[in-house]
């Protein structure tokens, strides 16, 4: 059960995209299309952004996409707005019933 | 509506106990798995727990296995954590969410579990 792998910090300007990825193994990530991504602002409660690896739940701008290959999965924001800084988690299903986030990565938009 | 609103958070010794609840409102609690995850003060998310609907399936991290009890009464819509032999480390934010189509959403809005003598 140990966390996926996200880097720390990301950063863009207004406008840009920013891809941020997530690392697994082949019993997470890399078997199960159950790959979630979670934004949290400062003192909220995270937020989905996107589920099953490429799926937007209504209300999520289409900025957010998500995709995967092999172990890792990504999510890219396009078109960064001020309101997209904030923490961002993946989270994969790991088999067993088990479930495990990413360490998360903090996205400064400048 | 639907909302999850935890509480039952507060200051409590190493080696004691803490009982959290999630109340759910909006939605038939009853047919849906729950989720328990927590986050230590200025640190990320981690997954700790799951039940399924009647009760019956539970899973835990490693970490809290043999210490942590998820149950859940869906008479009351309610589920809880019961929270045995606490360390330091457990030290979080609490927070339950709904297992929709295998992800967590949507989310309560926490409750703090402080660990400390």
């Known amino acids: 059960q140990s966390a996926l792998t996200q880097p720390r910090s990301v950063s863009g300007s207004p406008g840009q995209s920013v891809t941020i990825s997530c690392t697994g193994t082949?019993?997470?990530?890399?078997?199960?299309?159950?790959v979630s991504w979670y934004q949290q602002h400062p003192g909220k409660a995270p937020k989905v952004m996107i589920y099953?690896?490429?799926k937007r739940p209504s209300g999520v701008p289409d900025r957010f996409s998500g995709s995967k290959s092999g172990n890792t999965a990504s999510l890219t924001i396009s078109g960064l707005q001020a309101e997209d800084e904030a923490d961002y988690y993946c989270?994969?299903?790991?088999?067993?019933?088990?479930?495990?986030f990413g360490g998360g990565t903090k996205l400064t938009v400048l | 509506e639907v909302q999850l609103v935890e509480s039952g958070g507060g200051l409590v010794q190493p080696g004691g106990s803490l009982r959290l609840s999630c109340a759910a409102s909006?939605?038939?609690?009853?047919?849906?798995?729950i989720h328990w995850v927590r986050q230590p003060p200025g640190k990320g998310l981690e997954w700790v727990s799951i039940i399924n609907t009647d009760g019956s399936v539970t899973r835990y991290v490693d970490s809290v296995k043999g210490r942590f009890t998820i149950s859940r009464d869906n008479a009351k819509n309610t589920l809880y954590l019961q929270m045995d032999s606490l360390r330091a480390e457990d030290t979080a934010v609490y927070y339950c969410a709904r297992d929709t189509q295998m992800t967590a959403d949507p989310w309560g809005q926490g409750t703090l579990v402080t660990v400390s003598s």
């Open positions: 099953d690896v490429t």
């Open positions: 082949s019993s997470d990530v890399g078997t199960y299309n159950y």
């Open positions: 909006g939605f038939t609690f009853s047919t849906y798995w």
């Open positions: 989270c994969s299903y790991t088999g067993s019933g088990t479930w495990v």
